[in-house]
């Protein structure tokens, strides 16, 4: 349905501005809904939350042969997973020289490779969706071009891929292992897949309570041995006792039409990621960012788009970025950050598994959490969640 956005956001549009209201471009048509929960349903583990992170503990939880069910709120992709930006990026939130500087060279190292292996695991089981062009991060100004050379000789003082760049984007640094992706095709495509498996997933049923063994929804229930919650934002409205350390945020973005006039091969990151695009192959483009703009009010759960975003947004799109095709989707969606920006992987209480608070960054960091927590779930060692928690003991903050 296209609607004007006339009526959502008071004072009215930019002239002949029409769009998506809260609606991501990230449009996919193959998906074929999945039924709610209705019935009494048994499992070793349920894991709630589809997104990236939930299908990716059920992916590691079908390949342990242990049972699984997942059951979602919405429908599968409907949160961040399915409404951010697309970057696949190696490393945590944070650049990697501050990662080091945060956490120490060798704990920084050893995170920074898991992610880049498992960018190359997905760029493997999803080639179609996943495009490793590398990505770009860009300086705005010569102090953040004196950071990206910091930022480059950290990485290569470890041995990680990182080239100094200079292009029509800007000055600063190509990453040539990160990589792009429409990012609710990948979490469809992850979903069809343990369909196909034999997994059940049960959508628009939101969970009521959760108590050891049970997740309760209103028309069903899972009992199980073990839960996962793997969701990103509103996890502290989950899990209040993960608060204030958890805090959710909102994150806005928006998109245009097919823009022939501009050619961004590589997503790029500018002004400390905090603006964030990529084109897509049909030439659409698709921007995010000026969170730090609006001070307290985007650390909200709201999850609609405001004129404030959306007005800086468009005038970056035509001033900075040049495009002139007309915006078709405004969308925002809710995310969780961390105090120290590392990652939440913990057992809240008795057998229920917590994973979120990506810190804006959760594409990749996400899957290796949630893979993580299947496998603390079913009695096995994970190198990830020994790292992190390594990471935490010695953080600096
Ligand atoms: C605009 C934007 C741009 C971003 N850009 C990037 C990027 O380019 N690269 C990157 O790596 N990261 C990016 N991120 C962050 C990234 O999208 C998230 O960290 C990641 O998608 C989190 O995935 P997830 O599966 O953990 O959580 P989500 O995708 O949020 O999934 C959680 C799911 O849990 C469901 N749920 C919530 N409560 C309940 C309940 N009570 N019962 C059942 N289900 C429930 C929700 O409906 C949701 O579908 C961006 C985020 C946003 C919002």
Redesign the pocket.
């Known amino acids: 349905m296209w609607r004007s956005t006339r009526n959502w956001l008071a004072g009215g549009p930019p002239a002949g501005s029409i769009s998506r209201v809260n609606e991501p471009i990230w449009a996919d048509r193959v998906w074929k809904p999945q039924p709610p929960l209705a019935e009494a349903v048994r499992a070793e583990v349920c894991v709630?939350?589809?997104?990236?992170?939930?299908l990716a503990a059920l992916d590691e939880l079908v390949n342990q042969g242990i049972s699984a069910v997942g059951?979602?709120?919405?429908t599968v992709?409907?949160?961040?997973?399915?409404?951010?930006?697309?970057?696949?990026?190696a490393g945590l939130a944070k650049f990697y020289h501050e990662t080091v500087r945060q956490l120490g060279r060798a704990t920084a190292a050893a995170i920074y490779r898991q992610t880049a292996d498992e960018i190359q695991r997905q760029v493997d089981e999803l080639p179609r969706i996943i495009r490793q062009t590398g990505s770009l991060r860009i300086a705005a100004d010569a102090a953040e071009l004196a950071d990206c050379q910091r930022h480059l000789a950290a990485l290569r003082a470890d041995g990680f891929a990182a080239e100094p760049y200079a292009g029509p984007e800007g000055e600063g640094i190509l990453l040539p292992t990160d990589g792009v992706m429409q990012?609710l095709q990948r979490a469809h495509s992850q979903a069809t897949h343990l369909i196909a498996r034999g997994t059940r997933l049960f959508e628009n049923?939101?969970?009521q309570k959760i108590e050891p063994g049970l997740v309760v929804t209103a028309a069903g229930t899972v009992r199980c041995d073990t839960i996962i919650t793997?969701?990103?934002?509103?996890l502290e409205k989950?899990f209040p006792e993960l608060s204030p350390r958890v805090r959710s945020a909102r994150?806005?973005?928006l998109a245009t039409a097919a823009a022939p006039e501009v050619n961004y091969f590589r997503p790029v990151y500018w002004r400390q990621g905090y603006e964030?695009w990529q084109q897509q192959p049909n030439r659409t483009v698709a921007l995010?960012g000026f969170r730090d703009h609006a001070g307290e009010a985007e650390w909200t759960m709201a999850g609609e788009p405001t004129k404030l975003i959306q007005d800086l947004l468009e005038k970056f799109l035509r001033e900075h970025l040049r495009v002139q095709a007309p915006i078709t989707h405004r969308w925002?969606?809710?995310?969780a950050y961390t105090t120290d920006g590392l990652p939440v992987l913990e057992q809240v209480r008795h057998k229920v598994w917590a994973?979120?608070g990506?810190s804006?960054?959760?594409?990749?960091v996400?899957a290796l959490c949630a893979r993580a927590a299947a496998r603390l779930a079913a009695g096995q060692m994970s190198d990830w969640a020994e790292l992190l928690a390594q990471a935490r003991a010695g953080a600096k903050s």
């Not at 059951?71 to 919405?74: F, H, I, N």
């Not at 925002?332 to 995310?335: F, L, T």
């Open positions: 709630i939350g589809l997104g990236g992170s939930g059951v979602e709120a919405q992709g409907a949160g961040a997973a399915g409404r951010n930006g697309g970057f696949v990026l990012p049923s939101p969970v793997a969701v990103d934002g509103r989950i994150l806005q973005m964030y995010g925002a969606a809710s995310v994973v979120g990506y804006g960054t959760g594409n990749i996400g």
